[in-house]
């Protein structure tokens, strides 16, 4: 795995650490006021399946890369081009849901993000059966996370369906 599998598996951690970095005074306030939902799970286990889910997927493009013959090749531009773009709209989520405090944008991002993982497991599925099965966590994740901005943003819009 030599100097390359660590960075592929530190990149994805970078934008959570960045924003978590210039932002912490300016988080939005739906984990400790009256919106929160009583099966959301704590802040910190939010955070933490966050960064798990990072690190795995940073993993999974390892192997898809390597799979690939590695480098900056052609054939890698579909398959790691893909990838980043789906990397750059989760932390766009990150930082529009919990800085902007807007969950009608973070719940559109999630839906783009949502079709570009479950893109990115039909992808890898033919270069590295390991790299695409990394992947279906996240999509659960995303799909409990799609559940929570859903009901912010339903709640934000409709008062009368807040408990």
Known sequence: MLLQGP????????G?????MFTH???????EDGRKLSWCPPHKVILLVWA???SVMGYASYLV????????R????????????QLTLSWTFLL???????PGLALLDLL???GLVASLVLIWQPINKLAALLLLPYLAWLTVTTAITYRLWRDSLCPAYQP
Do not use: E, M, R
């Open 7 to 14: 960075v592929f598996v530190g990149l994805p951690l970078l």
């Open 16 to 20: 959570p650490i960045l924003i978590c």
């Open 25 to 31: 005074h300016q988080t939005s306030g739906w984990c």
């Open 52 to 54: 798990t889910i990072y």
């Open 65 to 72: 890369w390597k799979d690939l013959g590695g480098g900056f």
């Open 74 to 85: 052609w054939p890698l531009a579909l398959p790691l081009g893909l990838y980043t773009f």
């Open 96 to 102: 529009l849901f919990l800085t902007a405090d807007n």
């Open 112 to 114: 783009l993000l949502y």
